[in-house]
């Protein structure tokens, strides 16, 4: 009895022994899936937490995106009314510049400045005319050119052709041909002749042009062409204007006149490298040009083409302060006036050698809104429309034109 006893003990103990130890385990385990569960219980609580302000922030920056686009729309409503403001003071600024302007006008054409030094005639051996027929002189010219009897009305439409050059130059076709004549920059001996203005839009650059090139510089943008003549103005240092006359067909000089002005005294205040500005027409050649740095005004000079005697010489009485550009259509000189940070360019004097253009008829008028300020602006009778060249584009104005009142 007593083995089995002992064994029996044994067996409880043992039995008791394992049964502590599973306990314990199990105790164990039990204690470590609680906190298991509890961190897993904190981490849900946090990540619900985060989720939350996950969705407190999301809204938030909804909130502020909605708050910023009302902000912007309202701030461009701003911005599009002070546009529109802008706008209203610029035009009114015109009004008030149209209204106040003494320069809005016509002026009479003086009697003929006779100047014995400028009569460049006696270089023709002619004899200087007495004082008493300079009035049938006067006469004759005045019935010459009053069978053309147009003055600008408006500018009917613009045309950007290219660019090409420097950001000033000039261009001009010749009103007696197709052919187009490109003078890039302020001076040089060169030019460009294509045979018409379509050919120049289509050539890439200046390479399907005739360069030509002159035997002494041109000085400013204030060449023109007539029938087949280059007139341009030429100044060596320091020294006399000269009108030169060049033969485009068989690249010769023809002839040329002293113009004794000031050697620095240069004719539009906005573009000092036009030391003189020429037009040439049905008429004649006309020579824009400033006497001395201390005269205010524009002057006018009439010349023969093919002798370039001058024939008269006026005051145009158009101030060259801020003057950009001139040209003249059917014996009225016609003075394009900007501010020196280019705005709008417009015409805002007028001169007319025949006295026909009273104030009343005289218009002002508004060139379109452009990239600069115009360099040269050259007038072509035969096509009523002037070739300027603003920041080295070249443009085309049209011109349309109304009858003087015959007074
Ligand atoms: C025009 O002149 C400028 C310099 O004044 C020069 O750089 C340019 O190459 C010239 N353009 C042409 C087409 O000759």
Not at 25 to 49: F, G, K, P, V
Not at 114 to 139: C, H, P, V
Not at 167 to 190: A, I, L, Q
Not at 334 to 350: E, K
Request: glycine share 4%; hydrophobic share 35%.
């Amino acid at each position: 009895m007593k083995p089995v006893f002992v064994l029996l003990v044994s067996t409880a103990w043992t039995f008791t022994g394992a049964q502590d130890y599973y306990q314990g385990l199990m105790d164990y385990l039990e204690n470590r899936l609680l906190a298991i569960e509890d961190r897993m219980q904190l981490w849900h609580e946090q990540s619900h937490r985060y989720h939350t302000e996950l969705l407190d922030f999301k809204k938030l920056t909804v909130e502020t995106m909605d708050g910023l686009r009302n902000q912007h729309s309202v701030m461009f409503k701003d911005l599009e009314g002070a546009a529109v403001r802008v706008d209203r003071v610029e035009r009114e600024v015109d009004y008030v510049e149209i209204q106040t302007s003494p320069r809005a006008c016509a002026n009479k054409a003086d009697k003929v400045v006779e100047q014995g030094a400028w009569r460049l005639k006696e270089s023709r051996g002619q004899e200087e005319e007495e004082e008493d027929e300079e009035d049938e002189d006067w006469e004759e010219l005045h019935s010459r050119v009053s069978d053309c009897v147009e003055i600008i009305s408006g500018i009917r439409s613009v045309k950007i052709l290219k660019r090409v050059g420097s950001p000033k130059g000039m261009w001009t076709r010749d009103p007696r041909s197709s052919k187009v004549y490109v003078f890039n920059g302020t001076s040089g001996d060169n030019l460009f002749q294509f045979n018409s203005v379509r050919d120049f839009s289509r050539s890439p650059g200046v390479t399907s042009s005739r360069h030509i090139r002159l035997p002494s510089d041109w000085r400013g943008p204030g060449s023109t062409v007539y029938d087949g003549y280059l007139y341009y103005i030429q100044q060596e240092e320091n020294a006399d204007v000269q009108v030169v006359k060049f033969d485009l067909l068989t690249g010769s000089v023809t002839d040329a006149a002293m113009f004794p002005v000031e050697s620095h005294a240069t004719v539009y205040n906005l573009n000092p490298e036009t030391v003189a500005d020429l037009a040439a027409d049905d008429e004649g050649l006309w020579l824009l040009y400033a006497t001395s740095d201390s005269e205010p005004n524009i002057h006018l000079a009439k010349m023969d083409r093919a002798s370039l005697d001058i024939e008269h010489i006026w005051d145009t009485r158009c101030p060259r302060e801020n003057a950009e550009a001139a040209f003249v259509v059917c014996g009225t000189v016609y003075v394009v006036y900007n501010t020196r940070l280019a705005s709008r360019s417009r015409i805002q004097c007028l001169f007319d050698v025949n006295d026909m253009v009273s104030s009343e008829e005289a218009p002002l008028i508004y060139f379109p809104r452009r990239y600069g300020a115009h360099a040269s602006l050259k007038y072509n009778p035969e096509e009523q429309q002037l070739y300027a060249w603003d920041d080295g584009y070249q443009i085309i104005y049209r011109l349309t034109m109304k009858t003087k009142l015959l007074v």
